[in-house]
């Protein structure tokens, strides 16, 4: 679907000479880079003690900061970097994960806001691939008359203990507040996420209508009465991490994906595996396993979304993607037959966060079926407010 140069129509687009070099540069350094990072993967995956500068491809490509800041150079220098720092409302915020941020893309709006968590496997921040994604979606719905403030949430990642689960619901948390202090209706808010941002969409969906049982952690969320968010989109999303090929073949199977299956398995039980580092605060670890893992929650977890948090939800999956299987079982069972407008839609030929993947090449999808079919919804969503 990457190398597919044709447009809608049909018709053969002709690739300039920006795309030839973006193409030239993911050969000879972003694809050397994330060969580095597969052979070193035994070694970042295993390692219990935090280092300041982690060995890992984030390491090398810089912080989510400083992909923003690059991509900001590029895309609206005129704008510059706006960036909110969070929490507000203290301190060095000691033993809480680094200081969280939200990254604007194009002009801070708050009339209707998209969320968007990024995806990363709980270990790298968000990318200039995502971010150009963002603009391009932004500018198609400017054409069309609607102004979305689009926010990114840069959370804590990597192998720092102070990032350990469940510090990035807390940070979702924080950013809502922001939101909202900033006068956003929840009606006029959609929130977005992709791979393990799409569990983290699931789990402040978790967290909305089953606060979190240690409140001291994540303290509970609530919404002004009667207002509902105006959609919730997962992206591939990553729901089961500690036992990944239970759900069916694809987590081993699908070599094609783009998600290494080693890498991801070990990131998904590094991450799960924090969940002990809360022993002390509740008896019962089983407790927030929900949460972690949304897959493994109790099929009627999410029953009441449809009345009290959300008005429409959309979960989208690529066929040849390694997480196609577990993604599935989730909306089928934990979804669907709770809420009246969900949508499950799984893209023939697609891969792990196939909507983004155009991205590392072109400021625009040489061709992606499902592309235009997110953003209307979205764009839907905000229309009919």
Not at 122 to 129: D, N, S
């Given at each position: 679907m990457i190398a597919d140069n044709r447009n809608r129509d049909g018709k053969t687009i002709s690739l300039t000479w920006i795309n030839?070099?973006?193409?030239?540069?993911?050969?000879?350094?972003?694809?050397?880079?994330?060969?580095?990072?597969?052979?070193?993967?035994?070694?970042?995956?295993?390692?219990?003690?935090?280092?300041?500068?982690?060995?890992?491809?984030?390491?090398?490509?810089?912080?989510?900061?400083?992909?923003?800041?690059?991509?900001?150079?590029?895309?609206?220098?005129?704008?510059?970097?706006?960036?909110?720092?969070?929490?507000?409302?203290?301190?060095?915020?000691?033993?809480?994960?680094?200081?969280?941020?939200?990254?604007?893309?194009?002009?801070?709006?708050?009339?209707?806001?998209?969320?968007?968590?990024?995806?990363?496997?709980?270990?790298?921040?968000?990318?200039?691939?995502?971010?150009?994604?963002?603009?391009?979606?932004?500018?198609?719905?400017?054409?069309?008359?609607?102004?979305?403030?689009?926010?990114?949430?840069?959370?804590?990642?990597?192998?720092?203990?102070?990032?350990?689960?469940?510090?990035?619901?807390?940070?979702?948390?924080?950013?809502?507040?922001?939101?909202?202090?900033?006068?956003?209706?929840?009606?006029?808010?959609?929130?977005?996420?992709?791979?393990?941002?799409?569990?983290?969409?699931?789990?402040?969906?978790?967290?909305?209508?089953?606060?979190?049982?240690?409140?001291?952690?994540?303290?509970?969320?609530?919404?002004?009465?009667?207002?509902?968010?105006?959609?919730?989109?997962?992206?591939?999303?990553?729901?089961?991490?500690?036992?990944?090929?239970?759900?069916?073949?694809?987590?081993?199977?699908?070599?094609?994906?783009?998600?290494?299956?080693?890498?991801?398995?070990?990131?998904?039980?590094?991450?799960?595996?924090?969940?002990?580092?809360?022993?002390?605060?509740?008896?019962?670890?089983?407790?927030?396993?929900?949460?972690?893992?949304?897959?493994?929650?109790?099929?009627?977890?999410?029953?009441?979304?449809?009345?009290?948090?959300?008005?429409?939800?959309?979960?989208?999956?690529?066929?040849?993607?390694?997480?196609?299987?577990?993604?599935?079982?989730?909306?089928?069972?934990?979804?669907?037959?709770?809420?009246?407008?969900?949508?499950?839609?799984?893209?023939?030929?697609?891969?792990?966060?196939?909507?983004?993947?155009?991205?590392?090449?072109?400021?625009?999808?040489?061709?992606?079926?499902?592309?235009?079919?997110?953003?209307?919804?979205?764009?839907?969503?905000?229309?009919?407010?």
């Open positions: 030839y070099v973006s193409i030239s540069l993911f050969f000879t350094i972003n694809l050397p880079l994330a060969c580095i990072q597969t052979v070193l993967a035994p070694f970042i995956f295993r390692s219990n003690r935090y280092n300041s500068k982690p060995l890992t491809l984030q390491y090398f490509v810089g912080s989510g900061l400083d992909q923003y800041q690059r991509w900001v150079k590029k895309y609206q220098p005129e704008l510059g970097a706006l960036v909110v720092e969070l929490p507000l409302d203290s301190g060095d915020d000691e033993g809480r994960g680094e200081r969280v941020r939200l990254f604007w893309i194009g002009p801070k709006r708050t009339e209707k806001v998209l969320l968007y968590f990024p995806g990363g496997a709980y270990t790298f921040q968000v990318t200039e691939m995502m971010l150009r994604f963002w603009k391009y979606a932004q500018s198609e719905w400017e054409k069309q008359g609607l102004e979305i403030g689009i926010a990114v949430l840069s959370y804590s990642v990597g192998s720092d203990p102070n990032a350990a689960f469940p510090i990035q619901l807390f940070q979702a948390t924080q950013a809502l507040e922001y939101l909202l202090s900033e006068g956003c209706n929840p009606s006029n808010i959609q929130i977005v996420g992709d791979s393990a941002g799409g569990n983290l969409v699931a789990q402040f969906l978790s967290h909305m209508v089953h606060p979190f049982p240690v409140s001291s952690l994540v303290p509970p969320t609530n919404l002004p009465p009667g207002t509902r968010f105006r959609g919730a989109f997962m992206i591939s999303p990553w729901v089961s991490l500690s036992n990944p090929n239970q759900w069916g073949p694809t987590f081993r199977s699908k070599d094609y994906d783009v998600a290494v299956y080693k890498n991801l398995q070990e990131a998904g039980e590094r991450y799960v595996n924090t969940i002990s580092n809360i022993k002390k605060e509740i008896d019962d670890l089983s407790q927030v396993v929900p949460y972690a893992e949304p897959v493994l929650a109790p099929d009627n977890w999410y029953s009441d979304l449809h009345n009290t948090v959300v008005d429409r939800i959309l979960v989208t999956a690529g066929k040849e993607e390694r997480l196609s299987d577990q993604i599935q079982v989730f909306f089928e069972q934990k979804i669907r037959p709770y809420h009246a407008d969900a949508i499950l839609l799984v893209q023939d030929g697609g891969i792990h966060d196939d909507v983004f993947m155009d991205f590392l090449f072109s400021d625009t999808p040489l061709e992606n079926g499902l592309t235009p079919v997110v953003l209307e919804w979205i764009a839907k969503g905000f229309r009919t407010v």
